[in-house]
């Protein structure tokens, strides 16, 4: 089969070698005639992305890879829609796409609706394993949210706390996950599948982020020695704009934001968890 994917860098990249290995044509870059096209592009740039190749994409399954908000505080999903962009689907899980290439066994979930089936047996492998999911928005919201979250969980660390406060952490994180997902129509159960609570568990680069910053680092400084914005900082920018607009009471987004956005020391912020 030929498959375009849109957004060849770390994970575009890793994942093309991979599909390749599964006897797939590969286009970079570009739609051409693929049958299938994978979206890697950062968060805030899918839109215009896929708006611009628009005419290209039509009668093409589009799967998203890419995890996050709109700037505006939107869904990927729901801004694709509005504007007739519907045959989507979003493949998340808790796979660095370096594992996926040396052939670690990993897992994803494919969320979507009719033809979902069809993709998995394009990309399953004996060393991928695919679920399958109807809840588009669970999984777009806890892809998008463990980013958020898994700094805070990063920052602890770099703060000097232990793995006593890093799990306590973690629940807390999963939990405010879940009812942030909810409140927008997801299936609770979503939030403890390879979306999100095994996404979580990652030593991703915004994990990195959080570590790095627990030690005092000033973002800037972080984010050139990476040479990456993590997608965590969009995220919750974009998750505080849904939840003020919502009035969702999400306490560990708001202590995020203050953190990251306003100067509260991560000590303070983390002796202020309940």
């Given at each position: 089969?030929?498959?375009?994917?849109?957004?060849?860098?770390?994970?575009?990249?890793?994942?093309g070698e991979y599909l390749s290995r599964l006897n797939h044509e590969i286009i970079k870059e570009e739609v051409g005639d693929a049958e299938l096209v994978f979206v890697s592009v950062p968060s805030f740039a899918v839109v215009p992305v896929l708006l611009g190749v628009k005419e290209k994409i039509i009668g093409?399954?589009?799967?998203?890879?890419?995890?996050?908000?709109?700037?505006?505080?939107?869904?990927?999903?729901?801004?694709?829609?509005?504007?007739?962009?519907?045959?989507?689907?979003?493949?998340?899980?808790?796979?660095?796409?370096?594992?996926?290439?040396?052939?670690?066994?990993?897992?994803?979930?494919?969320?979507?609706?009719?033809?979902?089936?069809?993709?998995?047996?394009?990309?399953?492998?004996?060393?991928?394993?695919?679920?399958?999911?109807?809840?588009?928005?669970?999984?777009?919201?806890?892809?998008?949210?463990?980013?958020?979250?898994?700094?805070?969980?990063?920052?602890?660390?770099?703060?000097?706390?232990?793995?006593?406060?890093?799990?306590?952490?973690?629940?807390?994180?999963?939990?405010?996950?879940?009812?942030?997902?909810?409140?927008?129509?997801?299936?609770?159960?979503?939030?403890?599948?390879?979306?999100?609570?095994?996404?979580?568990?990652?030593?991703?680069?915004?994990?990195?982020?959080?570590?790095?910053?627990?030690?005092?680092?000033?973002?800037?400084?972080?984010?050139?020695?990476?040479?990456?914005?993590?997608?965590?900082?969009?995220?919750?920018?974009?998750?505080?704009?849904?939840?003020?607009?919502?009035?969702?009471?999400?306490?560990?987004?708001?202590?995020?934001?203050?953190?990251?956005?306003?100067?509260?020391?991560?000590?303070?912020?983390?002796?202020?968890?309940?």
């Amino acid at each position: 089969m030929k498959i375009s994917i849109l957004g060849y860098g770390n994970f575009g990249s890793g994942f093309g070698e991979y599909l390749s290995r599964l006897n797939h044509e590969i286009i970079k870059e570009e739609v051409g005639d693929a049958e299938l096209v994978f979206v890697s592009v950062p968060s805030f740039a899918v839109v215009p992305v896929l708006l611009g190749v628009k005419e290209k994409i039509i009668g093409k399954k589009i799967v998203i890879c890419s995890k996050g908000f709109t700037d505006d505080g939107k869904l990927i999903g729901d801004v694709l829609k509005e504007n007739a962009i519907d045959d989507i689907f979003f493949l998340y899980g808790p796979t660095l796409i370096e594992g996926i290439v040396k052939g670690e066994i990993s897992g994803m979930v494919l969320a979507g609706r009719e033809g979902k089936e069809e993709i998995k047996k394009q990309i399953e492998s004996e060393k991928l394993h695919i679920e399958l999911s109807d809840d588009v928005i669970g999984v777009q919201v806890g892809a998008s949210l463990k980013n958020v979250m898994t700094m805070f969980v990063g920052m602890s660390e770099g703060a000097g706390y232990g793995q006593n406060t890093q799990a306590f952490i973690f629940a807390r994180c999963l939990q405010e996950i879940q009812k942030f997902g909810v409140v927008l129509g997801s299936n609770p159960e979503t939030f403890f599948g390879l979306s999100c609570a095994g996404d979580l568990t990652l030593n991703s680069r915004n994990r990195h982020f959080g570590v790095e910053f627990g030690k005092g680092r000033k973002i800037e400084e972080i984010v050139k020695d990476m040479n990456y914005t993590p997608e965590g900082l969009t995220a919750l920018k974009s998750a505080k704009i849904i939840v003020d607009s919502k009035g969702v009471n999400t306490p560990i987004i708001d202590l995020l934001y203050s953190v990251l956005f306003g100067g509260v020391p991560v000590d303070e912020a983390i002796k202020s968890l309940k």
